[in-house]
């Protein structure tokens, strides 16, 4: 069974830094795109960054500049690097793979997600 666990969440003061991370066990085969959303209460869940497994990154416009997101494919790892944080920053993070190959089929994970606190 395959699950993503996410870890690093916490409060922190505006412009402060916290890395974000998420790892994924279980038998897997590929992870194309892994990628960090948020969801704060009564909005719409939003896509904050991604990553595939060529490097090539997405960003929300929102952290551009102030978010960074890498993986370690040899430990199945996804970080997300959050500097110059925001009190509009705060939110619940999870970490989602939309296409991860067990040998049998494409399946999406979602993490339980981490909750980031940032005060003014």
């Known amino acids: 069974q395959v699950q993503l666990v996410e870890s690093g969440g916490g409060p922190v003061q505006a412009g402060g830094s916290l890395r974000l991370s998420c790892a994924v066990s279980?038998?897997?085969?590929?992870?194309?795109?892994t990628g960090w959303h948020r969801q704060v209460p009564g909005k719409q869940r939003e896509l904050v960054a991604m990553?595939?497994?060529?490097?090539?990154?997405t960003y929300a416009d929102s952290v551009k500049g102030r978010f960074t997101i890498s993986r370690d494919d040899a430990k199945n790892t996804t970080f997300l690097q959050m500097n110059s944080l925001k009190p509009e920053d705060t939110a619940v993070y999870l970490c989602?793979?939309?296409?991860?190959?067990?040998?049998?089929?494409?399946?999406?994970?979602w993490g339980q997600g981490t909750r980031v606190t940032v005060s003014s």
């Open positions: 279980g038998t897997i085969f590929s992870i194309n795109v």
């Open positions: 990553i595939t497994s060529g490097g090539d990154t």
């Open positions: 989602n793979a939309p296409d991860v190959y067990t040998g049998s089929y494409y399946w999406e994970f």
